[in-house]
């Protein structure tokens, strides 16, 4: 059985940093590509990073030069690095595990939250 489980949120004023862990277990993670979303109330599901299984990494604009996504395949772990956080960073946090042969993220943990205060 597949499980994703994100830490490292918390509060955090502007201009602050934090680091988000996703530690999975039950799967060959290397096989994986990874996706950290995030969920802001009355706002829509945003990709905000994803790293494939060779290492390529994409980011939304509204998070690019700020966010570094990163995965040790040995920890089966990915990173999410959050520079130069503002208000509008706070959100539900998650990350979700798309299988080699899949288009869709099938994988989901269950979130961690980023509150930047102003």
């Known amino acids: 059985q597949v499980r994703l489980v994100e830490s490292g949120g918390g509060l955090v004023q502007a201009g602050g940093s934090l680091r988000l862990s996703c530690a999975a277990s039950?799967?060959?993670?290397?096989?994986?590509?990874i996706g950290w979303y995030r969920q802001a109330p009355e706002k829509q599901r945003e990709l905000v990073a994803g790293?494939?299984?060779?290492?390529?990494?994409n980011y939304a604009d509204s998070v690019k030069g700020r966010f570094t996504i990163s995965r040790d395949n040995a920890k089966k772990t990915a990173y999410l690095q959050m520079n130069s956080l503002n208000p509008e960073d706070t959100a539900v946090y998650l990350c979700?595990?798309?299988?080699?042969?899949?288009?869709?993220?099938?994988?989901w943990g269950q979130g961690t939250q980023v509150t930047v205060s102003s």
């Open positions: 790293i494939s299984r060779t290492g390529i990494q």
């Open positions: 979700a595990m798309r299988p080699m042969l899949s288009s869709t993220y099938n994988y």
């Open positions: 039950g799967t060959t993670f290397r096989d994986n590509a």
